[in-house]
């Protein structure tokens, strides 16, 4: 089973900032199966970046993803009010798929 | 427009059994693998099982192997999860999703249910 860690756990932030959220797999990601979501509140996870660098239909460009083998890396560009949430990694390369433990990312 | 609407969830006793159903709209059904996940309170997400588009395949999560069953009536456009011999540990909200590759299980989950929560309990 790969498990994929996230560092670091919460990231206090303000509006406007810059925001790198790690993701390391415990051993390669075949193909670069690597899939960040983003969760806010009472609500589903949201597809936000697929096969480690592709955007999902409808998600800005401030989002971006990086990364290959046991390594990845979502960037967010200028943090908007809205993004204020619970990201998690997932790798779909292998079985079982897994998910990171999640990074918060609060208002400051 | 693309919808996964979860039901069938309760609070049930451990050692008892409960059926998840998942019913789909807005897509073509018979195309999409679809798996479950689940969120105990607080904490976060955990793979459950996953279902080929034709539901030749499937596979499990340690944690659930020989206890759950993951099926599919392509039929109805609706998906279940069997949970047998439920333990306290599988209380959570269990989300369906659909694997975004078309005819295969190793895509992303593109699109999520609003999930049903599972509570076992004496």
């Known amino acids: 089973e790969i498990v994929l860690t996230q560092s670091p756990g919460t990231l206090s932030l303000s509006p406007g900032e810059r925001v790198t959220l790690s993701c390391r797999a415990s051993q390669s990601v075949s193909s670069t199966y690597l899939a960040w979501y983003q969760q806010k509140p009472g609500q589903a996870p949201r597809l936000l970046i697929y096969d480690a660098s592709s955007r999902a239909t409808g998600i800005p460009d401030r989002f971006s993803g990086s990364g290959s083998g046991t390594d990845f890396t979502l960037t967010i560009r200028r943090l908007e009010p809205e993004d204020f949430a619970v990201y998690y990694c997932?790798?779909?390369?292998?079985?079982?798929?897994?998910f990171g433990q999640g990074t918060k990312v609060e208002i400051k | 427009q693309i919808q996964l609407v979860e039901s069938g969830g309760g609070v049930v006793q451990p050692g008892r059994s409960l059926r998840l159903s998942c019913a789909a709209s807005g897509f073509t059904f018979t195309t999409y693998a679809l798996h479950w996940v689940r969120q105990a309170p607080g904490k976060g997400l955990e793979w459950v099982a996953v279902?080929?588009?034709?539901?030749?395949?499937?596979s499990y999560a340690d944690s659930v192997k020989g206890r759950f069953t993951i099926s599919r009536d392509n039929s109805k456009n609706t998906l279940y999860l069997q949970m047998n011999s439920l333990r306290d540990e599988d209380t959570g909200l269990y989300y369906c999703a659909r694997d975004a590759s078309r005819g295969s299980t190793w895509g992303p989950l593109d699109t999520w249910g609003q999930g049903s929560l599972v509570t076992v309990s004496s």
């Open positions: 279902i080929s588009s034709n539901g030749n395949k499937n």
């Open positions: 997932q790798q779909y390369g292998s079985s079982p798929r897994t």
